[in-house]
């Protein structure tokens, strides 16, 4: 009985040792060092970081930079905020991947069947269990764009241009 009653203490001893070390050492977390939308660049890969799309921008990339390149799963929600015919908040694509050891980019896609629908979307990206993190963008149709003149800015004659 002496015996049981000192293995049980040790048990305890060892277990709360080792309970000890494991807070010492948590597990690091990984976050977001930064989110963008891109376009196409033309070859299939993402372009630059752009705010605005068009029905035709198909498919639009969502490219997640990451704080660490440890290994974790980011995963992508697309939500369709304010679409005409769509019901408010309706995920239109959602996808994860498990990063590998010394990958800190993820790159995402979405892609409607057809064209977009011209509206308000958002993505929402989390890391691990995380608090997701949102970035909200606008689609809209062909016309309903701003076209840029040469120097990049909007043409003063369009109804679209903002007047200063």
Not at 60 to 85: E, F, H, R, W
Not at 111 to 126: L, S
Request: aromatic fraction near 8%.
């Amino acid at each position: 009985m002496k015996n049981i009653l000192l293995f049980l203490i040790a048990l305890t001893v060892f277990a709360t040792a080792a309970a000890a070390q494991e807070a010492q050492h948590p597990t690091p977390q990984v976050g977001i060092e930064d989110i963008y939308l891109a376009k196409d660049d033309g070859n299939g890969k993402a372009g630059d970081a752009v705010t605005g799309f068009v029905t035709t921008d198909v498919p639009i990339y969502c490219v997640v930079q990451l704080d660490s390149a440890i290994p974790v799963t980011v995963k992508m929600n697309l939500i369709a905020v304010s679409v005409p015919g769509v019901k408010p908040e309706t995920r239109v694509v959602s996808t994860s991947y498990t990063t590998k050891d010394n990958q800190s980019r993820v790159n995402f896609t979405g892609r409607p069947v057809g064209r977009w629908a011209a509206g308000k979307y958002r993505v929402d990206i989390f890391v691990g269990n995380s608090t997701p993190i949102s970035k909200p963008f606008v689609v809209q149709s062909p016309s309903a764009a701003p076209k840029p003149s040469a120097e990049g800015f909007a043409d003063p004659r369009s109804k679209n241009a903002r007047k200063l």
